[in-house]
T-cell receptor, first 112, second 112 residues
């Protein structure tokens, strides 16, 4: 069975500080992994994805994530937070065509 | 149209009424999905369709039905709305090689 766990429903950082949003997954087969961002009153937008190949993937807005198979993790990072990064972030795993599992989300607050 | 559109944007509905949420995509994606988003629960899959003419049940299908008469449209129907169906509903589609999903802007439904 597949599942996604996001540690911390709320994360608060200061502007300019490191952003680290945690995601762990369980999957019986090699997964495809995704991070989505949701701004208030909007749909989800794809930030980045891991499919195969390089385990460090770079996405939009300076975000990146590293697939660590041994730790079953796909944590999202950004070296320096910006006020515009305040949003809710969802980690997701997909193992076949119609099965897409989302974490419960992490709301990122950026303090000035 | 560019991407996925949903209608209405929001709706207040009396319990027991029938309601259809509309979803249209112009990306010619084969797969489409309906999710509901509730606070603290992330996104939960209601129904999906791998291709026109086929549909399947997701994690929380009870009280909802879907149809997929053509590639572009994937309406979600609540036959007799109940207050527990108060939620934000997102339609998504997928057609890429790695299953990434594209989301509509959502419909905010309140059942009183």
């Amino acid at each position: 069975a597949q599942s996604v766990t996001q540690l911390g429903s709320h994360v608060s950082v200061s502007e300019g500080a490191l952003v680290l949003l945690r995601c762990n997954y369980s999957s019986s087969v090699p997964p495809y992994l995704f991070w989505y961002v949701q701004y208030p009153n909007q749909g989800l937008q794809l930030l980045l994805k891991y499919t195969t190949g390089a385990t460090l993937v770079k996405g939009i807005n300076g975000f990146e994530a590293e697939f660590k198979k041994s730790e079953t993790s796909f944590h999202l990072t950004k070296p320096s937070a910006h006020m515009s990064d305040a949003a809710e972030y969802f980690c997701a795993v997909s193992v076949n065509f119609n099965k897409f599992y989302f974490g419960s989300g992490t709301k990122l607050n950026v303090k000035p | 149209i560019a991407g996925i559109t949903q209608a209405p944007t929001s709706q207040i509905l009396a319990a027991g009424r029938r309601m259809t949420l509309r979803c249209t995509q112009d990306m010619r994606h084969n797969a489409m999905y309906w999710y509901r988003q509730d606070l603290g629960l992330g996104l939960r899959l209601i129904h999906y369709s791998n291709t026109a003419g086929t549909t399947g049940k997701g994690e929380v299908p009870d009280g909802y039905s879907v149809s997929r008469a053509n590639t572009d449209d994937f309406p979600l129907t609540l036959a007799s709305a109940v207050p527990s169906q108060t939620s934000v509903y997102f339609c998504a589609s997928s057609g890429g090689s790695y299953n990434e999903q594209f989301f509509g802007p959502g419909t905010r439904l309140t059942v009183l």
